[in-house]
Each structure stands twice: as structure tokens, then as C-alpha cells.
């Protein structure tokens, strides 16, 4: 870490003190990763702050209300793959793969596997200050039916596209469609109305046994099952699972996640920020 961010990250744990509303504890390398996503601006920086907190208490069913030991997140780890592969490309992004494990549709929760996404993103932040300089998305269409489709819900959908759009503490730089179905023009339909123009302009398709993924995600980067050189897949996704279950006490702990109610001094600078 240079010295002039190591002294903005100094400035925020001042600043996280101060504001008596936010919860008791943050990871320090998780405030670098805000600083790094606002350019080291340190008032633009607390802003994203403060309104990360606010949507995650906002949809606390999503965000705070959480157990990656219950039956709900059990059962969507066994239908769907929400993996963090190992490795960084050239531009420093970190991967993230998410397919179908089972295809019935039935079986696939929505909001469940939005819970389970954020749950393993908030997982990456713990003990590191290493930072990425963005995320690549890779979405596996393989087995992804108009049903499961259905299956979406709205009101998740935009909390999720909103959160990751505006309050996240890293950026999306590429999201990547492959295995693409003739019914994607459906799905982006759904997805098109809760996304801003930038995001869409990230989407690259690939067709069903395309070797143009490769071009942006390099292969020793990808599992064996995508021809690939970082293992299989079975072997990162059992990674993930003890993760979230080594990090149970962290996704709980309220006073990690939990807003309080604000003292005097602090309600204009967090009421100013306006969730729709």
C-alpha cells in the first residue's frame, strides 16, 4: 500500500468512528477496497460508504439476515455455482463464475442465490488488503431455461443490479454470457430495464463451444472444466463452502453489518443519501 493511501485508510477508521450510526467494526483491507473504487477520493469515498450500509439495511432479508449453515443456502450451494476462481488477469480483475449445478427449475431460488453471491463476495474482503482492480462476471448459460427465468424475482433482481451498480466497494469491468441460449434476448429484456448503459455495454457474448471467451479470461485463470489450467471445479467450489462456513461468526455478527440509530451530528450527512 503507498504511503498517501495508507494515510486515507488512517483518515476513514478516524472517520468510522465518528459516525455513531454505522456498526461497531469494518475490515481495514474492506475500506481500502472503497477508497480504491472511489480513486482514493476520501469524501466520495464515505458517501459510498454510508450508502452501501443504508442498502444493506434497507434489504436486510438480502444483506444482514444471513446463516450460511441453514437449509435455504444448503440447497442453492447444491443447485448453483457462485465461484470466486483463484488468480488475477493481466489487468488485475478478479473472476467470478456462477452456473447451474441441477437445471429444474424449481429448485432455484432467486433471492436465496442472491444471498448466497453476496454472502461469498463478503467473504473475499476478510483478512486481505490485497485489491483487485475491478470483476469480471462470467455467467454460464448451460442448463439456464426461460423457466428458471421465471423464476426471478423482480423486487431481488433490482436491489441486487442497484447494489452492485451504485454502492458496491469494487466495479464491474466485464460481464461475460457463456454458452449463450437463443432466448438470451429474453433474459437481457428482463435484466436491460434495472441496468445503466455503461453496465450493458460491459455484456459480451459467447456461443456454445466458443474458444472467444479466452480472449478476455486467460486459461490458466479458468477450472479444467472450461479448459482451463486453476483446477477443477468440484475442488474451488468445496474452497468456497468451508470459506462461508469458517466465516459463519463474520456474516452474522451484527456489529459488523448492522446500522444503529444515529446521534445528533450525523442524520443530515446519512438521510441525504436517497434510496428509491
Not at 437463443?182 to 430495464?193: I, T
Request: with cysteine; charged share 30%.
Amino acid at each position: 500500500m503507498s504511503a498517501d493511501l495508507e494515510t486515507k485508510v488512517n483518515q476513514l477508521e478516524k472517520w468510522w468512528k465518528t459516525q455513531t450510526q454505522l456498526p461497531e467494526k469494518i475490515e481495514r483491507g474492506l475500506l481500502k477496497r472503497f477508497l480504491v473504487a472511489m480513486s482514493a477520493d476520501v469524501e466520495s469515498t464515505q458517501n459510498l460508504i454510508l450508502y452501501n450500509y443504508k442498502l444493506r439495511n434497507k434489504y436486510d432479508h438480502i444483506f444482514l439476515k444471513r446463516d450460511p449453515m441453514d437449509e435455504a443456502t444448503q440447497e442453492i450451494l447444491k443447485v448453483a455455482d457462485y465461484l470466486s476462481l483463484p488468480g488475477r488477469t493481466a489487468e488485475n480483475y478478479s473472476v467470478t463464475l456462477f452456473r447451474l449445478q441441477e437445471f429444474e427449475p424449481e429448485k432455484f431460488k432467486f433471492t436465496e442465490a442472491v444471498k448466497v453471491l453476496f454472502m461469498i463476495i463478503d467473504c473475499r474482503f476478510v483478512g486481505t488488503e490485497e485489491i483487485d482492480n475491478g470483476d469480471v462476471i462470467i455467467f454460464d448459460m448451460a442448463g439456464y431455461t426461460l423457466k428458471h427465468l421465471a423464476q426471478t424475482s423482480i423486487s431481488s433482481l433490482r436491489t441486487v443490479t442497484k447494489y452492485t451498480q451504485e454502492a458496491h466497494s469494487g466495479r464491474v469491468r466485464q460481464i461475460h454470457v457463456i454458452n449463450a441460449a437463443p432466448y438470451l434476448d429474453k433474459v437481457l429484456a428482463v435484466v436491460r430495464p434495472f441496468l445503466k448503459g455503461e453496465l450493458m455495454k460491459m455484456i459480451h457474448t459467447h456461443l456454445p463451444g466458443s474458444d472467444t471467451p479466452y480472449e478476455f479470461v486467460p486459461r490458466e485463470l479458468l477450472p479444467e472444466e472450461y479448459g482451463g489450467n486453476a483446477g477443477k471445479m468440484s475442488d474451488i467450489r468445496q474452497h468456497w463452502i468451508n470459506k462461508l462456513k469458517e466465516n459463519r461468526d463474520f456474516l452474522m455478527d451484527e456489529s459488523r453489518w448492522k446500522m444503529k440509530k444515529p446521534q445528533s451530528g450525523n442524520v443530515d450527512n446519512l438521510s441525504s443519501l436517497e434510496i428509491d
